[in-house]
Structures are given as C-alpha cells and as structure tokens.
C-alpha cells in the first residue's frame, strides 16, 4: 500500500471515528481553543484528544492557513517528515518560519514523535513555536525550541504546488546613512547595506543575485546594483552593497525601498529603504561657489560650470563634453609627438615622414614638429631610446612639460609653438636691425 | 518592584542608547544621560546616588566562523577557550580566544543547548536524533556514537506524571533538576517527592552552580519572561529576559533582553537586544551593554565569573568582555 493510499485509508478511518464513537478522540472542526476556520481546499481530518488538543491537529491546521493547503496526511507526528517527502514538500534541517517542524519519536518527543508550527527562527537555530499536546497541556500553546529539537527537521512551505529545492532570503543586518539623515538638495551620498544571506542558495552574479529597486524614491540611484565578478556569498555570510545616491531637489522626507532579487526568478528577503531629510539649503559640499544642484561633480572644486576645462579625461566646465578644445592633432593631450622616419604620420599634420632623407613630403616648413636638431634622434626606426614619452624640443620662452600629463594648455588644432616660431621668423630682421 | 515598566520602557531605552550611541559601554554610563533607561523617577534617582552594581569593559571581538556566523557560546571548563555554534546552530567550533580563531570542529551536528563537555573538556557529547549520543573531540573531531551516553551524562528521568524524558540539569546528594523539553516542565526531586518549579512552557532552563535557584523563562524569544524560583521561597518573575547565565557566586545573572519590532502586521521580529544583570536576592538590575548596532544574546559567564562571551545576532560574531561586579563577596554597597 502507498503512503497516498494508507493517507487515504487513515482519513476514511477518522470520518468513521467521527461518526461511530463520538467518544474523546475525534476529528473535530474546534481543538485546543482553535477553529478549522482556514480556506485550504480541505476540512482538518485529524483527530483531537476531546477538545484538549493534539499536536497534529494543530500543525495541519496550521500548514492549512499559512500555506492555504490542506495536507494529504495525518498520522502519527513521527512519521510527517516521510510524508512530506513522499508528497513532493521540500524538508531541511533549519528552521524558518512558516513551516512544520518534526521530532521523532524518541524519549525527547514520546514514542508517537511531536510536530508544531514554526512562527520564526533565529540565528542560533532556536525557533518560536505554537504546539498543541494530545493529553495536555490543553489548548495552545506559544514554545520555544532549542536548536536541535526537531531532529526530523522541517517540512517547507510548498509554495502553490511547486517545490522550490533552492530558497533565497536575506535578512538585514546594518546600513550607513540612519533614517532621518540631513542633505541638502541635490547632495550626493552613498548607502551602504549589509545583508544576511539566509537561504540555502549561494548568491552570486552569475546566479542572477542582485540589489534592486523595490518602490518610491529612487534617489537617482542605479535600478540594480550587481555583485562584483566573482564574489560568493554562501548561506550565512553577509555582503555589504554599496549604492551611490543623490537627494531630490525639493525639500522634504523621502523614502525608498531595495530588495534583493535572483533576476528572472523573484525578489525575496527583507524590504530594506533608505529614508532621508532634505533640508531647504543649498549645498556646496567642495566650496567652489556652486551649489549641488548645478554643480556636476560637488566633491570636487576644481570642477563646475565657469571652470577652465583641462586636458585630463574629465568635464572640468560641467558643459557635457570632456576635453573640448584642449586635445592635440592626434586627440590626445600634450603636444604631437615627433614626427620620425617609420613610415607613419607621427604628428598628425598629414604627412608622412616629412624631412627624412629620400621622403616626398620633403622637408617642414620650420614647425615645431620638425625633426630638426634635437640631439636624441638618429632618424632611425627607435624613435625614442627611453621609457615614456619623447621630450619635445622647446623652442625660445616655450617650456613643455610632458612628464606631468597634461599641463600645457592649447586651442584648435594647431601647436603653440608653430604661431611663436612663426612670428619670431618674421620679426627676427626687425629685431636684428633695431639691435643694430 | 523586579524591573517593573522595562516592557514600556524599552523603545524609549532603546532610543536613549541610539543616542548614547556607544560600544558596550560601562553601567556607570547610566549616570550619565543614559540613566533615563529606567523610567521609574525615583528609582532613577536613587540608583544615581549608589555605585554602579557591575560593569562591563568593551568587548574584544572574536572573528566569525568559516560557516558564516557563531552563536551559542560555552566555555570550556578551564575557562581557556569557547565552544560555538555555526549559522543556525549547525556545526561546532573551537575558539581560540588568544588567537581569536575559531576552528571547525564539527560541520553537521546541532548540539543546541544540550551540550555536556566531558570532564576533562577534551570533547563534548551531544543528543543524537535517535535518542543516542554522539562525543566529539575537540581536537582532531572525531565523532564517537553511543546508542545511550557515556557514563559523565547524566542518565535522563521521567517526572512522576511524564510521558516523554526529562533531562536532569543538576545533581545534588539529595536533589535532582529536572527538565522535561516537550512540555517545558522543571521539577526539583528529593527524597520526599517532587516539586513543580514551572508547570509548563519553560526553557532556557538554568540552574545555580549550588542548585538552589533555578532560573527559566517562559514564552516566545520575542517576548519571553524570566523567573527565578528559589528553593523554600518561591517563584519571581524578574520581567522580559531571556538566556539566563549564573555568575559562580549563584547571586547575579547575566541575561538578554531582546528589543522587538512589529514590522509586519500581527508577527514581532528582534531588532535588537542589550545584555543586563541582576542580584536575585535584592532585584536591583542594571544595564551591562548600550549598543544600537550589535544585537547581544546568549551571554555565557565564565566559570571564574570575570568575562562574559556573548553572540551578536546581527553581525554574526563572538564578543567576550570582562565584567565587574561591584559585590563580588556577596554583599553590596
């Protein structure tokens, strides 16, 4: 006989009870102070020890409101954990809440073994309880469990008729940024979180785990917030998420709420938020003169609207492009370099191997880039026989310093020292007849 | 009155200590703005005026386990060392407290409360799931199966009206404590009978080192009460508490006070917890740990009564303090 049909068999054998011997053992609609009140697609068949309770009762009962299913079972509480299993519920060995724990039969539990309802579970694998007791106490009862006391472990909520093997939860443990933290409008901060992982699952990023958006404010923050490649965080361990944020514009109190989410699959675990005062102030967090709001980076000073812009990778003027106008002929900072003879448009003046021996460009006009004299090149192939960047030739007054990045400052696409040198060309028969 | 209004007090205390917004931090701190912990005015006032009951130094911080996070600290006999729990009490750990270490011992048993340490506290037995027993040495942990127990655990005993076991938590020459875990019950047996010192629904069950005080709590986690029952006098109900632990004297009890929030509806969740401690024979109480980020539980008192190890639910990790008491003799200012 299957454990369905014996299942079945016991529930045509409480209906008998129930109708032959209205004696002290019956399944009843009321046990220990309780209704079967609950919608779950079934009446409670279990039986009760008269009106005084019986665990089994409760914990079906149980199982029946907080999972809106009525189990295909009651017997002997011992033997639920096999039950469970052979009706497709998932088990494990640690407590949740919202589940059926088990102990077997054992001098612990009698010999018929013990079942109730777990309302909550902690970090030490202690468990609140509610229980019912056939032979009393009657009624029911609010216990606590020691870790270890279901030593037949805990029968999962099924979840609808699926059967998750994989559970996901995160508890929250501790953030940054308290509720009721000051900002000013438009400031920038970062919230940081950190999460329990509570499933059994190990979160991953390509696990799909992620912090996401869960609801009002959204701070200008990133809708996800991924984990890094390569981070693990097992069941138990705690990660810290880090989620950069900028308070609204307006004054007032704004909230916001992130969950973790296993894309594709569901959110889960605590509803965490971010709740912030913004105070009627302008904020200059750098001290530039320009407020938050329109300041586009407001931790640094040498950045906002008005600023000069420098050939550093960065929009110093807050106007939306970066190194506008400060770029050499070759798009990149400093000026071009050298012109050698390798069969390629060093300068990027659109020649090729200007002023080498045998080259059709033939010789420069007398521009900076001109190979001239320059006391390190050979005109061979090894333009440079040095780490870094060849170190232009200067010219009278013209003092470039490339070691340092990008300190020279130019405009338009033409080099500085070709106009100085040009002049100087010019002017240099006037200077010598005045001289004279 | 034992603590009376702690229950209405705790949110306002618990906003008090986010204020003070401290470590740990010495009962002597109640003098200060923290005093408003207790709300009675004229206890307030007069606990002002005595010296501080105990205190305890910052806590040291032992690192967390390989499993994620320790809970359930227990002392070694010697007092040299902690026997920890992983996440959700699965495994067991070795702590070095020199080294702040914390070593795997075993990865899959659930010893919960129930462990007893051989009496040389090289290794520890725990229940099996099949009524036996299982020793694990903490060294090498090696696991050796008893279909019983070995001979230093105690024997388990049914109550005069019991019908599963009952664990015995204390021996005397003429008296036994009695546990029976699936009704709760705790009985003192002698010569002469038996006598219930809680009905039903206790646990956390935790005798004095001579036996003559017994203290339990009643109740979820989240809303437990502890008591104290004393043998020819009685039982007193000391106000919310849980995980009582005995200082060697048998006067004073080091205990967690969960702080609770309904953050959802009907269903309370810890938020956060704060270590206390308490003269049984005066009820004068004060307040050992201030913390808004650190949820302290399941304080362990060292066998010599001068460090308290305790878990932080939140972050996971061990911390052990040294404590002071102001009476260490027995009698106070």
Same mark, same amino acid.
């Given at each position: $006989?299957t454990?369905?049909?014996?299942?079945?068999?016991?529930?045509?054998?409480a209906?008998v009870?129930?109708?032959?011997?209205?004696?002290?053992?019956?399944a009843?609609?009321?046990?220990?102070?309780?209704?079967d009140?609950?919608s779950c697609?079934?009446?409670n068949f279990?039986?009760?020890d008269?009106?005084?309770?019986n665990?089994?009762?409760?914990a079906w009962?149980?199982a029946c409101?907080g999972?809106?299913?009525?189990l295909e079972?009651?017997?002997?509480a011992?033997?639920?954990?096999?039950?469970?299993?052979?009706n497709g519920?998932?088990? &494990?060995?640690?407590?949740?809440?919202n589940?059926v724990f088990v102990?077997?039969?054992s001098?612990?539990?009698?010999?018929?073994?013990?079942?109730?309802?777990v309302?909550?579970?902690?970090?030490?694998g202690?468990f609140?309880?509610?229980e019912?007791?056939? &032979?009393?106490?009657?009624g029911?009862?609010?216990?606590?469990?020691?870790?270890?006391?279901a030593?037949?472990?805990?029968?999962?909520?099924?979840?609808?008729?699926?059967?998750?093997?994989?559970?996901?939860?995160?508890?929250?443990v501790?953030?940054?940024?308290p509720?009721?933290?000051?900002?000013?409008?438009?400031?920038s901060?970062?919230?940081?979180?950190?999460?329990?992982?509570?499933?059994?699952t190990?979160?991953?990023?390509g696990?799909?785990?992620?912090?996401?958006?869960?609801g009002?404010e959204?701070?200008?923050?990133?809708?996800?917030?991924?984990?890094?490649?390569?981070?693990s965080v097992?069941?138990?361990a705690?990660f810290?998420?880090s989620?950069?944020?900028?308070?609204?514009?307006?004054?007032?109190?704004?909230?916001g709420?992130?969950?973790?989410?296993?894309?594709?699959t569901g959110?889960?675990?605590?509803?965490?938020?971010?709740?912030?005062?913004?105070?009627?102030?302008?904020?200059?967090?750098?001290g530039?003169?320009?407020?938050a709001?329109?300041d586009?980076?407001d931790h640094?000073?040498?950045?906002?609207?008005?600023a000069?812009?420098?050939?550093?990778?960065?929009?110093d003027d807050?106007?939306?492009e970066?190194d506008e106008?400060v770029?050499?002929?070759?798009g990149a900072?400093?000026?071009?370099?050298d012109?050698?003879?390798?069969?390629?448009?060093?300068?990027?003046?659109?020649?090729?191997?200007e &002023?080498c021996?045998?080259?059709?460009?033939?010789?420069?006009?007398?521009?900076a880039?001109?190979?001239?004299?320059?006391?390190?090149?050979?005109?061979g192939?090894?333009?440079?026989?040095?780490?870094?960047?060849?170190?232009?030739? @200067? &010219?009278?007054?013209?003092?470039?310093? $490339?070691e340092?990045g990008?300190?020279?400052?130019?405009?338009?696409?033409?080099?500085?020292?070709t106009?100085f040198?040009?002049?100087?060309?010019?002017l @240099?028969?006037?200077?010598?007849?005045?001289?004279? | 009155m034992?603590r009376?209004?702690q229950?209405?007090?705790r949110?306002?205390?618990?906003?008090?200590?986010?204020?003070c917004? !401290?470590?740990?931090?010495?009962? %002597?701190a109640?003098?200060?703005?923290?005093s408003?912990?207790?709300?009675?005015?004229? #206890?307030?006032?007069?606990? =002002?005026?005595?010296?501080?009951?105990?205190?305890l130094?910052?806590?040291? %911080?032992?690192? #967390?386990g390989e499993?994620?996070?320790?809970?359930?600290?227990?002392?070694?006999?010697?007092?040299?060392?902690?026997?920890a729990?992983?996440?959700?009490?699965?495994?067991? *750990?070795?702590?070095?407290?020199r080294?702040?270490?914390?070593?795997?011992?075993?990865?899959?048993? %659930?010893?919960?409360?129930?462990?007893?340490?051989?009496?040389?506290?090289?290794?520890?037995?725990?229940?099996?799931?099949?009524?036996?027993?299982i /020793?694990?040495?903490?060294?090498?942990?090696?696991?050796v199966?008893?279909?019983?127990?070995?001979? *230093?655990?105690?024997?388990?005993?049914?109550?005069?009206?019991?019908?599963?076991d009952?664990?015995?938590?204390?021996?005397?020459?003429?008296?036994?404590?009695?546990?029976?875990?699936?009704?709760?019950r705790?009985?003192?047996?002698?010569?002469?009978?038996e006598?219930?010192?809680?009905?039903?629904?206790?646990?956390?069950v935790?005798?004095s080192?001579?036996?003559?005080?017994i203290? *339990?709590?009643i109740?979820?986690?989240?809303?437990?009460h502890?008591?104290v029952?004393?043998?020819?006098i009685g039982?007193?109900?000391?106000?919310?508490? +849980?995980?009582?632990s005995?200082?060697?004297?048998?006067?004073?009890?080091?205990?967690? !006070?969960?702080? +609770?929030?309904?953050?959802?509806?009907?269903?309370?969740?810890?938020?956060?917890? /704060?270590?206390?401690?308490?003269?049984?024979?005066?009820?004068r109480?004060? =307040?050992?740990?201030?913390?808004?980020d650190v949820t /302290?539980?399941?304080?362990?008192?060292s066998?010599?009564?001068?460090?308290?190890? *305790?878990?932080?639910?939140?972050?996971?990790?061990?911390?052990?303090?040294?404590?002071?008491?102001?009476?260490?003799e027995?009698?106070?200012?």
């Amino acid at each position: $006989m299957t454990r369905q049909a014996r299942g079945a068999v016991l529930a045509l054998a409480a209906v008998v009870v129930l109708v032959a011997h209205p004696g002290r053992a019956l399944a009843v609609y009321e046990c220990g102070g309780e209704s079967d009140t609950c919608s779950c697609g079934g009446s409670n068949f279990c039986l009760c020890d008269g009106t005084c309770g019986n665990c089994v009762w409760h914990a079906w009962h149980s199982a029946c409101c907080g999972w809106g299913r009525a189990l295909e079972w009651c017997t002997d509480a011992g033997t639920w954990d096999e039950y469970a299993r052979d009706n497709g519920y998932p088990t &494990g060995g640690d407590p949740r809440g919202n589940s059926v724990f088990v102990c077997n039969p054992s001098g612990t539990c009698s010999g018929w073994g013990h079942v109730g309802w777990v309302v909550r579970a902690y970090p030490d694998g202690s468990f609140d309880s509610t229980e019912q007791f056939w &032979g009393g106490p009657c009624g029911t009862h609010d216990r606590h469990r020691s870790a270890g006391f279901a030593t037949a472990g805990f029968i999962y909520d099924p979840g609808g008729g699926s059967v998750p093997t994989e559970i996901d939860d995160a508890d929250y443990v501790s953030e940054t940024v308290p509720d009721g933290t000051h900002f000013g409008p438009g400031e920038s901060f970062d919230k940081h979180w950190t999460l329990r992982n509570s499933g059994n699952t190990t979160w991953t990023r390509g696990g799909s785990y992620l912090l996401t958006f869960d609801g009002d404010e959204r701070f200008g923050a990133a809708e996800q917030t991924l984990l890094p490649e390569g981070a693990s965080v097992a069941p138990g361990a705690t990660f810290e998420f880090s989620v950069p944020m900028v308070a609204p514009a307006s004054p007032g109190t704004y909230r916001g709420y992130w969950r973790m989410d296993r894309f594709g699959t569901g959110r889960f675990g605590d509803r965490i938020w971010v709740e912030i005062v913004v105070d009627d102030r302008p904020v200059d967090a750098d001290g530039d003169g320009v407020v938050a709001t329109e300041d586009c980076d407001d931790h640094d000073a040498s950045v906002h609207p008005g600023a000069d812009e420098a050939c550093n990778g960065r929009d110093d003027d807050c106007d939306g492009e970066t190194d506008e106008g400060v770029l050499n002929r070759c798009g990149a900072c400093g000026p071009e370099p050298d012109e050698v003879c390798d069969g390629a448009d060093n300068d990027c003046d659109g020649r090729v191997d200007e &002023g080498c021996p045998g080259s059709d460009a033939g010789p420069d006009d007398g521009g900076a880039e001109d190979a001239g004299d320059d006391g390190g090149h050979d005109g061979g192939d090894v333009p440079w026989d040095g780490g870094g960047w060849p170190r232009e030739d @200067s &010219g009278p007054g013209i003092n470039y310093d $490339m070691e340092g990045g990008c300190t020279c400052r130019q405009s338009g696409s033409g080099s500085a020292s070709t106009p100085f040198l040009f002049g100087l060309v010019v002017l @240099s028969p006037l200077l010598a007849r005045r001289s004279r | 009155m034992w603590r009376a209004g702690q229950r209405q007090s705790r949110t306002f205390r618990s906003w008090v200590t986010r204020v003070c917004g !401290v470590l740990p931090l010495a009962l %002597v701190a109640l003098a200060c703005a923290c005093s408003l912990a207790d709300d009675a005015p004229s #206890a307030a006032n007069a606990q =002002q005026t005595r010296p501080a009951l105990a205190e305890l130094a910052p806590a040291r %911080v032992v690192a #967390a386990g390989e499993a994620g996070s320790l809970v359930t600290p227990r002392w070694r006999p010697d007092g040299r060392g902690i026997v920890a729990s992983g996440h959700l009490g699965r495994g067991l *750990y070795d702590v070095d407290l020199r080294e702040g270490i914390a070593r795997e011992v075993a990865r899959d048993i %659930v010893a919960g409360r129930s462990l007893v340490f051989r009496p040389d506290g090289r290794a520890v037995a725990v229940p099996a799931a099949d009524d036996g027993t299982i /020793e694990v040495a903490l060294d090498n942990g090696r696991e050796v199966r008893f279909v019983s127990r070995p001979a *230093y655990v105690p024997a388990p005993e049914r109550l005069s009206d019991g019908r599963s076991d009952a664990v015995v938590l204390w021996r005397g020459r003429h008296e036994r404590v009695l546990f029976e875990p699936l009704r709760g019950r705790v009985a003192r047996v002698t010569a002469s009978g038996e006598e219930v010192v809680a009905e039903e629904g206790a646990w956390g069950v935790a005798p004095s080192p001579d036996g003559s005080r017994i203290a *339990y709590c009643i109740g979820h986690l989240t809303d437990g009460h502890l008591f104290v029952h004393e043998r020819e006098i009685g039982t007193r109900d000391l106000g919310p508490g +849980v995980h009582a632990s005995w200082l060697p004297d048998g006067r004073y009890i080091v205990f967690a !006070v969960p702080e +609770v929030a309904q953050d959802r509806v009907d269903e309370a969740s810890l938020v956060g917890a /704060e270590l206390f401690l308490v003269d049984v024979e005066t009820g004068r109480d004060v =307040q050992l740990t201030a913390t808004g980020d650190v949820t /302290e539980m399941e304080p362990a008192v060292s066998p010599d009564g001068s460090e308290v190890a *305790y878990a932080d639910w939140r972050s996971g990790s061990l911390h052990v303090a040294w404590l002071t008491v102001a009476a260490p003799e027995g009698r106070l200012p």
